[in-house]
């Protein structure tokens, strides 16, 4: 399947659910803005992926990142951060959305595992509680939160200044 492939709606996405379901694979859902990706991003799709036989990641749209971040983020447009998460060997499909969190994501997949980065904890996932409803679980992974957007953003400035 080819990069562009893997981005598709929602809707789409959930019959393929069935089907994987189906076959007995498992699902885990990791969600994020993915803004200016770099090696935390893909060390947290990577264990993400780990704990299940396909990877959906849910992209923040511009207008959720917005809405998130703050004026002056996204820095790149999600149709282009959805692509570099496609790219990743370890993501199966990518969602783009708009919602300001993932639980009508999450009510249409059902995924089997909710897997968010080291920022939070099992208990501390915003969404358990829609995930523990169907007896989903939730986990977390990727490094300890060594790297960040906003810190790369504040490191490139720096360096195109000087």
Not at 66 to 81: D, H, T
Not at 90 to 113: G, Q, S
Not at 123 to 150: F, L, M, Q, W
Request: glycine content about 8%; hydrophobic content about 40%.
């Amino acid at each position: 399947m080819s990069t562009l492939e893997k981005i598709q709606p929602l809707a789409k996405v959930a019959e393929e659910r069935e089907r994987w379901r189906a076959e007995g694979r498992t699902v885990a859902l990791a969600n994020g803005v993915f803004d200016l990706l770099h090696v935390g991003h893909v060390r947290y799709l990577q264990g993400a992926r780990e704990l299940a036989d396909v990877l959906v990641v849910a992209v923040n749209s511009d207008a959720s990142t917005r809405a998130y971040k703050g004026p002056g983020r996204p820095y790149i447009p999600e149709g282009e951060r959805a692509e570099l998460v496609a790219a990743l060997a370890c993501t199966d499909r990518v969602i783009i959305f708009d919602e300001a969190n993932v639980r009508a994501i999450i009510r249409a997949l059902k995924p089997d595992v909710h897997v968010k980065g080291t920022d939070y904890t099992p208990d501390s996932i915003p969404e358990a509680d829609e995930v523990r409803a169907y007896g989903g679980r939730t986990a977390v992974s990727g490094d300890p939160k060594d790297h960040s957007t906003t810190d790369l953003a504040r490191r490139l400035g720096r360096e195109g200044t000087g």
